[in-house]
Structure formats: structure tokens, C-alpha cells
């Protein structure tokens, strides 16, 4: 079993629970542990048995990451019907939770693709060193990853409140200031390849694409929307080697191997950090199928996919290419500073070139045809259900 399939069995089933989880208040373990203790006394039955009680470090362990095999169905079929009566006990909308059926159909797929032995779960790769100093907001972003516990789990947010990025003043900057000042330091990223996280990489690094990449690892919420190729965040190492082959046949085998070490590299100052920021990937069943890559990557690379959506601070939502061609045809991604000072950015992407906006009206455009294919895509716990029918076709 590979790490992205433990991954595979984490997201699965743990991101379905964490939506549930948020619709019913984000209920405490401990409340959640004497609902299932009261269930029980009453001999109230779920798929044909009485709820078990859950002990406190038994809910923890049912929504905590990393798991190593595959939750038995007794404690996860109880813990939903713990959550649904907590839920309908302070009048939330039930009818937004994942079903059990559509639960019972995620289990019992991962049981028979992953028997679950037990096996040890390797450690993320270590982060390398902060980004040099001299870009605003420091290293570190506005989300905090946090361990399951009394604060833990979020609710899905609804697109309406996913951050948006905009010109928004903030204390004491006008918005024609946080835009100057935006404006200057993508001048100066332009110019700038010593004294940054990927100097070592200058050699194989497009004009177009420094800026980007220095503002990135300043930022606090990134939201991309990917039609073609996934989002170079969310990509496996083969995943980006046989894309990179594909779309740069140009490139010397040196050249791609650099260029997927760079990209492996930007993941882990990314995502791998105390405090990563944000990420809302909108992706398109295109970019999924990827249809000229090797079906054994891209199998892998939908299951990696799986494991990252059961990230708290990720934001995995899958568009159908109809609904997304009718709003916006290509690559999108816009950055929301940690710094106030700076106003928010937007990167757009087309083969071979790349530009990074600053200017207030270009960004506000680009944000709401962000936010309109994220109101369009599917939420996050059926975008699982998507992955997952897709890996059955692979």
C-alpha cells in the first residue's frame, strides 16, 4: 500500500465526516462522545444496528489524519448518525449532510481497492527554510492547519464566503496604495532571481513566471481554477514529468527533471509548513482525465488528489467542462497578501506565457468568474464521490 493510497482512505471517508461534523455545530468530541452513549442506551439502530458508543479518542482518531487502514464501518456508520442527531437536535439543515448511502458507497469501494494492512505511514517530507526576507507578509500565511480537538474542523464554507479576491482596503491603506504597492513588488520579482526560494532553479525558470513565483509563498489564499492541467500545487512528481514532456517537447530531459524538482520544491514551501495558507482548487473533469497522459498516472494522480482534499486547509471542488467553458477558458489563480498592505493579484496562465495583474479592475473581473465556477462546481464532499468514480474507470 502506498502513501497515496492511505491518503486515498483518509480523504475518503474523513472529509465526508469533517462536512458533516460542521453542519452540526462543530460539536466537541466530548459532546459527541455522550450523544453516542445516549444512542445506544436507546437502542437506536443505524444501517441495521444499534450505535455504538464512541469514546472520546475513538471520534479523534475517525476524523484525525494520518490514518493507517481503512475505519471500521460500525464506528463510522455511528458517528454519522451521532452527527445527524446532534444536527437535527439544534435545527440545522440535515439535508446538506453526505447520506450514509453515499458514505457506505465511498467504504465500501476503499475495503475492496485497500484491504488496510497495517503498515507504518512515512512522515511528510521536511519543509526547506522560509522564503528569503524581502517580500511582504513573511512566510507564512493566513491558515492555520490544526490537530483534531475541541476548535477542530471547520464547516464547509459556502462559496459566498470563500475569499475572493478583490480590492479591499485595510486600515490605514487606500486601495490605490495596496495596488501601487502591489504593482512595485512585481516590478522588482520581475528583476529579481538572487536571494530568492528558487535561485537554484533561475537557470530553468520562464521571465514570465518569477513573479508568481515569488509572490506565491507571501500569500495567505490562493484560488485557481485549472481547465487543463491540474494545479501545479496539487501535481505528482509523474504527473508533472509526463505533462511537461507532453507540453514542452522543446525541453532536454535535464531541463524536465529540474523543472519537476523546482515544482516539488514549491510544494513543500507551500503546503508542507506550520501554516500553509488557503487553497480552493477548482478543477475541470478535463484536466482530470488528462487524456494524453499514461492512465497508471493519472490513477495515481487522482488518488493524490483524494488525499489532499482531507487537508483542512484545502478546497478541492470538480466543475464539469460545460458548466466551466461557459464562465471562463482558461487557467486562473489569485492571491490574497498576509501583508494588508498589498492589494490582492491574479496570475493567468496560456501555453508557453503567463502574467501576473495588479491592476483593481482586472482582478475584481477575475475574481467573480472565480467565484461563479466555484458556485458552479461541485462541493467538496461530492467532488470525492467524483474522484472516486473516475479511479473505478482507470
Given at each position: 500500500?502506498?502513501?497515496?493510497?492511505l491518503?486515498t482512505i483518509n480523504?475518503?471517508?474523513?472529509?465526508?465526516?469533517?462536512?458533516?461534523?460542521?453542519?452540526?455545530?462543530?460539536a466537541?468530541?466530548?459532546e459527541?462522545?455522550?450523544?453516542?452513549?445516549?444512542?445506544?442506551?436507546?437502542?437506536?439502530?443505524?444501517?441495521?444496528?444499534?450505535?455504538?458508543?464512541?469514546?472520546?479518542?475513538?471520534?479523534?482518531?475517525l476524523?484525525?489524519?494520518p490514518?493507517?487502514?481503512?475505519?471500521?464501518?460500525?464506528q463510522?456508520?455511528?458517528?454519522?448518525?451521532?452527527?445527524?442527531?446532534?444536527?437535527?437536535?439544534?435545527?440545522?439543515?440535515?439535508?446538506?449532510?453526505?447520506?450514509l448511502?453515499?458514505?457506505?458507497d465511498?467504504?465500501?469501494?476503499?475495503?475492496?481497492?485497500?484491504?488496510a494492512?497495517?503498515?507504518q505511514?512515512?512522515?511528510?517530507?521536511?519543509?526547506?527554510?522560509?522564503?528569503?526576507?524581502?517580500?511582504?507578509?513573511?512566510?507564512?500565511?493566513g491558515s492555520?492547519?490544526?490537530?483534531?480537538?475541541?476548535?477542530?474542523?471547520e464547516p464547509?464554507?459556502?462559496?459566498?464566503?470563500a475569499?475572493?479576491?478583490?480590492p479591499?482596503?485595510?486600515g490605514q491603506h487606500?486601495?490605490?496604495?495596496?495596488?501601487?504597492a502591489?504593482?512595485?513588488?512585481?516590478?522588482?520579482?520581475?528583476?529579481?532571481?538572487?536571494?530568492v526560494?528558487?535561485?537554484?532553479?533561475?537557470?530553468?525558470?520562464?521571465?514570465?513566471?518569477?513573479?508568481?513565483?515569488?509572490?506565491?509563498?507571501?500569500?495567505?489564499?490562493i484560488?485557481?481554477?485549472?481547465?487543463?492541467?491540474?494545479?501545479?500545487?496539487?501535481?505528482?512528481?509523474?504527473?508533472?514529468?509526463?505533462?511537461?514532456a507532453?507540453?514542452?517537447?522543446?525541453?532536454?530531459?535535464?531541463?524536465?527533471k529540474r523543472?519537476?524538482?523546482?515544482?516539488t520544491?514549491?510544494?513543500q514551501?507551500?503546503?508542507?509548513?506550520?501554516?500553509p495558507?488557503g487553497?480552493?482548487?477548482?478543477?475541470?473533469?478535463?484536466?482530470?482525465?488528462?487524456?494524453d497522459?499514461?492512465?497508471?498516472?493519472?490513477?495515481?494522480?487522482i488518488?493524490h488528489?483524494?488525499?489532499?482534499?482531507?487537508?483542512?486547509?484545502?478546497?478541492?471542488?470538480?466543475?464539469?467542462?460545460?458548466?466551466?467553458?461557459?464562465?471562463?477558458?482558461?487557467?486562473?489563480?489569485?492571491?490574497?497578501f498576509a501583508?494588508?498592505g498589498?492589494?490582492?493579484?491574479?496570475y493567468?496562465?496560456?501555453?508557453g506565457?503567463?502574467?501576473c495583474h495588479?491592476?483593481?479592475?482586472?482582478?475584481?473581473?477575475?475574481?467573480?468568474?472565480?467565484?461563479?465556477?466555484?458556485?458552479?462546481?461541485?462541493?467538496?464532499?461530492?467532488?470525492?464521490?467524483?474522484?472516486?468514480?473516475?479511479?473505478?474507470q482507470?
Amino acid at each position: 500500500m502506498t502513501d497515496d493510497d492511505l491518503g486515498t482512505i483518509n480523504a475518503a471517508i474523513i472529509t465526508p465526516l469533517r462536512h458533516n461534523r460542521g453542519i452540526a455545530d462543530k460539536a466537541s468530541l466530548r459532546e459527541i462522545t455522550r450523544r453516542s452513549e445516549k444512542l445506544h442506551a436507546a437502542g437506536r439502530l443505524v444501517d441495521d444496528f444499534v450505535v455504538e458508543e464512541l469514546p472520546k479518542s475513538t471520534v479523534g482518531d475517525l476524523l484525525k489524519l494520518p490514518r493507517r487502514r481503512v475505519p471500521r464501518w460500525g464506528q463510522v456508520a455511528s458517528l454519522w448518525a451521532v452527527l445527524v442527531d446532534i444536527a437535527e437536535t439544534a435545527g440545522r439543515p440535515v439535508d446538506q449532510m453526505v447520506s450514509l448511502e453515499v458514505l457506505r458507497d465511498y467504504h465500501q469501494r476503499l475495503e475492496q481497492e485497500m484491504p488496510a494492512p497495517d503498515v507504518q505511514i512515512p512522515p511528510l517530507p521536511a519543509a526547506p527554510p522560509p522564503p528569503a526576507s524581502g517580500a511582504p507578509g513573511g512566510a507564512h500565511g493566513g491558515s492555520r492547519t490544526a490537530d483534531v480537538g475541541e476548535q477542530e474542523t471547520e464547516p464547509e464554507p459556502e462559496v459566498a464566503a470563500a475569499p475572493a479576491a478583490g480590492p479591499v482596503a485595510g486600515g490605514q491603506h487606500t486601495g490605490a496604495s495596496r495596488a501601487a504597492a502591489l504593482e512595485q513588488l512585481i516590478r522588482t520579482a520581475k528583476h529579481t532571481t538572487q536571494d530568492v526560494w528558487w535561485s537554484a532553479f533561475a537557470d530553468v525558470v520562464s521571465d514570465w513566471f518569477r513573479p508568481y513565483l515569488s509572490l506565491e509563498p507571501v500569500s495567505a489564499q490562493i484560488n485557481t481554477y485549472a481547465p487543463y492541467r491540474l494545479p501545479g500545487l496539487l501535481q505528482t512528481a509523474d504527473y508533472a514529468h509526463h505533462a511537461l514532456a507532453v507540453d514542452r517537447p522543446d525541453l532536454e530531459p535535464g531541463e524536465r527533471k529540474r523543472l519537476v524538482d523546482l515544482r516539488t520544491l514549491r510544494q513543500q514551501v507551500m503546503l508542507h509548513r506550520d501554516q500553509p495558507p488557503g487553497l480552493w482548487a477548482v478543477i475541470s473533469i478535463r484536466a482530470l482525465l488528462a487524456e494524453d497522459l499514461p492512465r497508471a498516472v493519472v490513477r495515481e494522480q487522482i488518488k493524490h488528489l483524494i488525499a489532499m482534499a482531507a487537508h483542512p486547509h484545502v478546497n478541492l471542488r470538480i466543475i464539469d467542462d460545460q458548466a466551466a467553458d461557459r464562465i471562463h477558458s482558461g487557467a486562473v489563480t489569485l492571491l490574497r497578501f498576509a501583508d494588508p498592505g498589498y492589494a490582492d493579484a491574479a496570475y493567468v496562465e496560456h501555453p508557453g506565457w503567463g502574467h501576473c495583474h495588479h491592476d483593481p479592475e482586472v482582478v475584481a473581473g477575475l475574481s467573480a468568474q472565480f467565484s461563479r465556477l466555484a458556485r458552479q462546481a461541485h462541493k467538496s464532499a461530492e467532488s470525492i464521490r467524483v474522484l472516486l468514480d473516475i479511479l473505478d474507470q482507470l
